[in-house]
C-alpha cells in the first residue's frame, strides 16, 4: 500500500531559526495535504497542494509540492514559540481515493 | 455549535470489555473517518464511511467495527478490547469545498488495563 515518509521526525530550533520538514512518498499523489498539531490538540489543515511543482506561502510557512508529485516540504522562517507542534503530511493516492495517508509527522519544539 | 464532537473524551477500561466511542457532525459532510494516534506511528485510517449505511476498512480495521446509520453519526466500537488498542482516537470529516480538507474532532484517549 501507500507509504508516506516524513524526516525528521524530531526537530529542535532556537527561537528565530528557520525549519523544514520532508515528506516523501512511495507513488505519485494526487495531492498533498498538510497539517499542524498542537501538543494535546487535535490536527488542524494548513494546506493542500495540487499542482506538480506547486509552491504555495501562508505568512512565515512556505509549501512545495514535487515536480513528480511523489514529495513535499514544509518551511517555516523564523520560527516563533507559537510554531510548536507536530507537522503532518498527507496524500492522496489517486483520483477518487479519499484515503488520506498520513506521514509519522515532524515535531517541532522551539527554544526561546 | 456547529462542528465535530468525539465522546467520551477520557475513557479507561479493561481487557475484553465492549468500548464505544461517540462521533457527531453537524454540516451533514458526508464522508466520515476514524483514525487512531500512536506514538512512532502518526495517525493510521481505521475505518471511513462515504455515506449512510456505507463503510470501508482502513489501514488498521481489526478489532473496530463501525456503523452509519445517520450521516452525522458514526460510532466505533471496540468490541473485547486489547491493551494494542490503548489510544488516542480522532473522528473527522472530509469538508465540501475543494481544498479536502479534513475536520477533526477533539479526540477520545482510550486506556485498556
Known amino acids: 500500500g501507500q507509504q508516506v515518509m516524513q524526516i525528521p521526525q524530531y526537530q529542535h530550533v532556537q527561537e528565530g531559526e528557520d525549519f523544514t520538514t520532508y515528506c516523501n512518498s512511495s507513488?505519485?499523489?494526487?495531492?498533498i495535504q498538510w497539517y499542524k498539531q498542537r501538543p494535546g490538540g487535535h490536527p488542524v489543515f494548513l494546506i493542500q497542494?495540487?499542482?506538480?511543482?506547486e509552491v504555495k506561502k501562508q505568512k512565515r510557512l512556505t509549501f512545495q509540492f514535487g515536480e513528480a508529485k511523489k514529495n513535499s516540504s514544509l518551511h517555516i522562517t523564523a520560527t516563533q514559540t507559537t510554531d510548536v507542534g507536530t507537522y503532518f503530511c498527507?496524500?492522496?493516492?489517486?483520483?477518487?481515493?479519499?484515503?488520506?495517508?498520513f506521514g509519522k509527522g515532524t515535531k517541532l519544539s522551539v527554544i526561546p | 455549535d456547529a462542528g465535530i464532537t468525539q465522546s467520551p473524551r477520557y475513557k479507561i477500561t479493561e481487557t475484553g470489555r465492549q468500548v464505544t466511542l461517540m462521533c457527531h457532525q453537524t454540516?451533514?459532510?458526508?464522508?466520515m473517518f476514524w483514525y487512531r494516534q500512536d506514538l512512532g506511528h502518526g495517525l493510521r485510517l481505521i475505518y471511513y464511511?462515504?455515506?449512510?449505511?456505507?463503510?470501508d476498512k482502513g489501514e488498521v480495521p481489526d478489532g473496530y467495527v463501525v456503523s452509519r446509520s445517520k450521516t452525522e453519526n458514526f460510532p466505533l466500537t471496540l468490541e473485547s478490547a486489547t491493551r494494542s488498542q490503548t489510544s488516542v482516537y480522532f473522528c473527522?470529516?472530509?469538508?465540501?469545498?475543494?481544498?479536502?480538507?479534513?475536520?477533526f474532532g477533539e479526540g477520545s484517549r482510550l486506556t485498556v488495563l
Open positions: 498527507a496524500g492522496y493516492s489517486g483520483a477518487g481515493s479519499y484515503q488520506l495517508t
Open positions: 507513488t505519485t499523489l494526487s495531492n
Open positions: 497542494l495540487v499542482k506538480s511543482g
Open positions: 454540516w451533514s459532510h458526508s464522508y
Open positions: 464511511s462515504a455515506a449512510a449505511d456505507i463503510t
Open positions: 473527522a470529516s472530509l469538508g465540501l469545498s475543494n481544498t479536502g480538507e479534513l475536520f
